[in-house]
């Protein structure tokens, strides 16, 4: 028998310049009616994989409710069900639970966690260090189901931790990952044709400053009024990155002391207040007023936007024609040209059949489990080999965007976010972002010139790092 999902589509607010993952509000008018063949995908892998001895048995799972609990449940309990069919004895309590990261960081503390539990790239630094979670390695290279070779390196290497070094990155293996998002250029395809300006090009990442005469050429102005602006949702880190530069040193413990990463800062920060008040191609605060980027985008106040893969199911409602190409960024180091967000599952420590709770976290893993949830078009596969293939770019172009593609090249390249690099992220709030808003003052008379705020974020760095 077809199991068939239909679920609302809830629409993600942008990330702002400089932020992290974190979801917005649901859009009860989009819907997104999705029709999986469970058995077509299933039928295509070796069903002699699958087995489990042990006895029949409940595990608890827990998730978060970031993009609306009824589409994440939807999404999920696809899945589950196409574990189920794999795995009969094994039984799956789903959890999805609000205010997940500091609901879930209090379970953390007092040891209340689910058999196998959700953890973002965002709080991997810091729930890592409490030995809450199973070294999953073992479990991997035992495995004929997942190939983390075949993943995208950045989504593994991100939930690894050392204890020794005390950093992410590299030694065991304590999440599996579930998914990866991108961050792309989305423009409107309507208004430039109609303001007669070149579709940006799909086979490759764009300078920046290609960028800047396009988004220029895409300002529309009524005399000193600027009614819609090139581009919204710039981010630093893509900024940054593609400078070749980083927002601390190598050791992560302090403000960057090589000659190349402190230039690339000074021309990464320079280039953003000149976006607002030289170029004058992204909105200040007060034309946004409190709208985030892909709102923006959706009111066609801005032509283009700077934003995640996560909003395309709301954009596919949008009644104007749009695609993607690669955001744009500096020549030093191009494909770095901002941030993929993740998150996956952990099992439990205290868990009391850790082979039945592998077997899950394994699934979702593994290229079956991966093309299940993929098809239900809230995510893109982790295996580069699944995202590129003909079937799936075909059915996924067909549906917006046309240039597919473009995302999973992306993720590809695109590495965590700065959230991950440490386990306290006051550094970055109280140094680079809270002090963006004297570089940025509206009022020229009191707005920092870049070398005095790199100076003001040096110390708070360096103070917040500790």
């Not at 998914?179 to 309507?190: C, E, G, P, R, T």
């Not at 959706?298 to 749009?322: C, E, H, M, P, Y």
């Not at 992306?410 to 972002?433: F, I, M, R, V």
Request: hydrophobic content about 35%.
């Amino acid at each position: 028998m077809k199991k068939t999902v239909k679920v609302a589509a809830l629409a993600i607010s942008a990330l702002l310049m400089g932020g992290g993952i974190f979801a917005g509000c649901a859009n009860p008018n989009d819907e997104l009616d999705l029709s999986i063949s469970i058995e077509s995908i299933q039928a295509k892998y070796d069903a002699s994989l699958y087995s489990y001895t042990g006895e029949p048995v409940t595990i608890t799972m827990s998730h978060w409710d970031s993009d609306g609990a009824t589409l994440e449940r939807a999404v999920l309990e696809t899945a589950l069900t196409a574990f189920k069919n794999r795995y009969p004895t094994i039984d799956v309590r789903l959890d999805i639970i609000s205010d997940y990261e500091k609901t879930y960081a209090t379970n953390i503390a007092t040891n209340n966690l689910h058999d196998v539990f959700m953890v973002s790239d965002g709080v991997f630094a810091n729930w890592s260090t409490g030995g809450k979670m199973v070294n999953l390695t073992p479990y991997i290279q035992a495995s004929e189901l997942v190939d983390p070779d075949g993943m995208y390196d950045s989504v593994v290497s991100r939930y690894q931790y050392d204890p020794v070094t005390g950093l992410t990155g590299s030694g065991a293996q304590l999440v599996m990952p579930r998914d990866i998002s991108a961050h792309v250029m989305f423009y409107n395809k309507d208004y430039f044709v109609q303001k007669g300006v070149s579709l940006p090009p799909s086979d490759r990442i764009m300078t920046m400053d290609e960028a800047v005469t396009m988004w220029q050429a895409l300002t529309e102005r009524d005399g000193d009024y600027i009614e819609t602006y090139g581009v919204a949702g710039i981010e630093m880190e893509g900024l940054v990155w593609s400078s070749g530069g980083d927002f601390l040193n190598d050791s992560r413990n302090g403000f960057p002391t090589e000659e190349s990463d402190v230039a690339a800062l000074k021309k990464s920060y320079q280039f953003i207040q000149d976006a607002y008040y030289k170029y004058q191609i992204t909105p200040p605060s007060e034309f946004s007023s409190g709208m985030d980027p892909t709102t923006l985008f959706s009111l066609q106040k801005v032509a283009t936007v700077i934003a995640g893969s996560w909003n395309v199911a709301s954009f596919r409602t949008l009644s104007f024609d749009w695609d993607i190409a690669y955001a744009p960024a500096f020549s030093e180091n191009p494909t770095k040209n901002s941030w993929s967000g993740s998150c996956g599952y952990a099992i439990s420590n205290g868990c009391a059949n850790k082979e039945a709770a592998w077997k899950l976290v394994e699934y979702i893993g593994s290229p079956e489990g991966q093309e299940i949830l993929a098809a239900t078009g809230f995510q893109f596969p982790l295996y580069e080999s699944i995202g590129l293939s003909e079937e799936y770019l075909k059915r996924e172009s067909q549906l917006k965007p046309n240039n597919y593609e473009v995302f999973i090249r992306s993720a590809s390249e695109q590495p965590a976010g700065t959230w991950t690099y440490t386990k306290n992220t006051q550094w970055k709030e109280l140094g680079y972002d809270m002090f963006s808003e004297y570089l940025l003052n509206n009022d020229a008379s009191k707005r920092w010139d870049v070398d005095y705020f790199l100076q003001r974020v040096r110390e708070a760095v360096n103070e917040k790092i500790a």
